[in-house]
């Protein structure tokens, strides 16, 4: 119980901006431990308030999208099945796992409706709680969308595998590199803070980022990106998959860290840090 508390899922993404509610996320997995038998993991707010019980849905084998009954979205939905299909396929590739449960993806044309649902900030854009809530009204990216829910997607596979006992940034810097969300203008933020000692400890983002402005959690997010790689580079990808494993059994990060990669945390963020200045 101690580490699902220590480590809970935050999240928020430019774009698609994710959030999940620190407070609402205690109380996800809460529920998720109260009502495993009924496998729903939607937070208190969310179960007073469920329109997509009244939502249109498509499914196929491992998905059920649901959308509001309005112009376009039928053929939305229909994209954003195809994407979390390749999701699927990728993410349970990489992760060496497949989710056994038809997985949930709600898409919102209102912004309204789905702050009502997620209880989510002004600028948050997306939500993860078991099942996947995108906000998306008018028109929409595709490259972005992919992003997003392969992002999402990467969270879902991540938590049946950890099940809690994960770093924030690495959780997040997982889904970051299954999604591919990285560019030059966030290497270049996280260059500039790794020259002018602006970085977070990574010590401060095993939690979450709520304790940062908006503005600050885009680094956060580089950081863990950043961070998550370099580990890959030490451990090799099929490496993280172990990584992934012990971690889902319950062991202290540190420790796999030390067994895995022949350091510890502080000789690990040293590293990694003199890596982003080279
Ligand atoms: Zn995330």
Known sequence: MRRFRRYLPLEQAEGFQIRH??????????????????????????????????????????????FEKSPGMELLAEDVMEISEQAYSKVGWDLDHQVKTVSTVIIYSSIKQFKDVTSSADWAGGYFDGRIHLPISGKFNREKLRKFIFHEYTHLVSQEIVRGNCPFWLFEGVADCEAE???????????????????FPLSELEKGF?????????????QSYSATTYLIKKIGFWGLKDFFRDLGKGIPFDRILKKMAGVDMDEFEREWKSSLLK
């Open 181 to 199: 969300n990285w560019d030059s203008e966030k290497e270049r933020i996280l260059l500039y803070a790794a020259q002018n000692n602006f970085l």
């Open 210 to 222: 709520s304790h940062v402005s908006k503005g600050k959690a885009k680094l956060c997010y580089n």
């Open 21 to 66: 509610d620190r407070k609402m996320v205690r109380i996800l997995f809460l529920v998720v431990l109260l009502t495993v038998v009924s496998g729903d993991a939607y937070p208190e707010k969310a179960i007073k308030y469920a329109p997509d019980k009244n939502f249109d849905e498509i499914k196929s084998l491992h998905f059920i999208v649901k």
